[in-house]
């Protein structure tokens, strides 16, 4: 296969290079008119499974592409997938994707919704320094 610097080829990221993880909503108390305070998010054991995990990653490595950020793409970024859904079933689970780069900053593309597990939402990026 020959390849002029003209193509682009998609790089799909490594499933083993996605960290996956899975919080809880924990309660701590309740005042006198029965609203919740003191809420943590709390890891649990379940992962989120490596096809869903890759999709949204590729979902959001497009969407930061189309954005205007594929600058910051590149092979020493790590990618990571959360969600604090965990009482929900994952088909109706919100997904938050994460790029780690290795400067320190990080890339988020919040609020990702998912249909019978294909990606086709989110809620916009956020940036961490």
């Not at 290079?17 to 709390?42: D, Q, S």
């Not at 649990?44 to 600058?71: D, N, P, W, Y």
Request: zero cysteines; charged letters at 20%; a negative charge.
């Amino acid at each position: 296969m020959h390849i002029t610097s003209t193509q682009q080829v998609e790089v799909a990221p490594e499933v083993d290079m996605i960290t996956t993880t899975v919080f809880n909503v924990e309660t701590r108390g309740y005042n006198w008119i029965k609203n919740a305070y003191n809420k943590h998010l709390v890891e649990t054991s379940e992962q989120i499974t490596a096809g869903l995990a890759k999709r949204l990653v590729r979902f959001a490595q497009r969407q930061i592409e189309e954005s205007g950020f594929s600058a910051l793409v590149d092979d020493k970024i790590r990618w990571s997938v959360e969600t604090t859904d965990a009482h929900l079933k994952p088909s109706d689970r919100i997904y938050h994707v994460t790029l780690h780069r290795p400067e320190g900053g990080e890339l988020i593309l919040n609020g990702i919704m998912t249909d019978h597990g294909h990606p086709f939402l989110h809620h916009g990026f956020s940036v961490e320094i």
